[in-house]
């Protein structure tokens, strides 16, 4: 059964920390993003990678960095924690389709991330 | 830019009940349209979808049409039961990117 992974289902950090959210797939797609998820605010796009060591911002970039080395895998950093990024953090992964509607987003299983 | 807006939740309903989630999009174009489904503790999967104007998505008992003339996709089902009780989320794709963009999510639970 094809997947995404995301390292930690619940993290703790203080802030000021330096937090790493790692997101594994094995379905060899090109595509990863990062959303983060709160309660009235739906999902919310942070970052995005089409390829290897490729990335751009999405709606909210602000406080957060990526990280692309491998195919498969896709980090994102906070690297200052700050209390309001306190939320559920989503990774997603795609294969990338040319001008074909391609809908085949797996989600991973989500990372509770609480900064206090 | 594009966006979504569903109906606020949380929605309660009886087992056996018909549910409607209303979900309307602005977008450029002929965007593709989804519905995702959450269940708890578990991240999203893809429950529909549609990707032109008067496509009808369906799966599980649940439906949604594309409605371009009201920018609608409302999701249906005509009999829900307790198992059906999760986060949906409402979201669209523009056919020359990637990114999905989501809705703000409508919570149902759903009582035996």
């Known amino acids: 059964d094809v997947k995404v992974t995301q390292s930690s289902r619940y993290l703790v950090k203080r802030t000021g920390e330096k937090v790493f959210l790692e997101c594994v797939q094995d379905m060899d797609h090109e595509n990863m993003f990062w959303y983060r998820q709160d309660p009235g605010l739906g999902l919310r796009l942070i970052y995005f990678s089409y390829d290897v060591k490729m990335k751009e911002k999405g709606d909210i970039p602000e406080g957060y960095s990526v990280s692309r080395e491998k195919k498969e895998r896709f980090s994102l950093i906070l690297e200052s924690a700050s209390t309001n990024q306190t939320s559920m953090y989503l990774c997603a992964s795609r294969q990338a389709g040319g001008r074909s509607t391609n809908y085949g987003y797996t989600f991973g299983s989500g990372t509770r991330l609480t900064v206090v | 830019g594009d966006s979504v807006t569903q109906m606020e939740g949380p929605v309660t309903l009886s087992e056996e009940a018909f549910l409607t989630i209303n979900c309307t999009y602005t977008?450029?174009?002929?965007?593709?349209l989804f519905w995702y489904v959450q269940y708890p503790g578990e991240g999203l999967q893809l429950l529909l979808k549609a990707t032109k104007a008067d496509d009808k998505g369906s799966n599980k008992g649940f439906e949604a049409t594309y409605r371009k003339e009201t920018t609608s996709f409302h999701l249906e089902k005509g009999s829900v039961q307790v198992s059906d009780s999760a986060v949906y989320f409402c979201a669209l794709k523009r056919n020359q990117g990637g990114k999905l963009i989501f809705g703000q999510g409508t919570e149902l639970s759903v009582k035996p």
């Open positions: 977008a450029t174009g002929y965007p593709s």
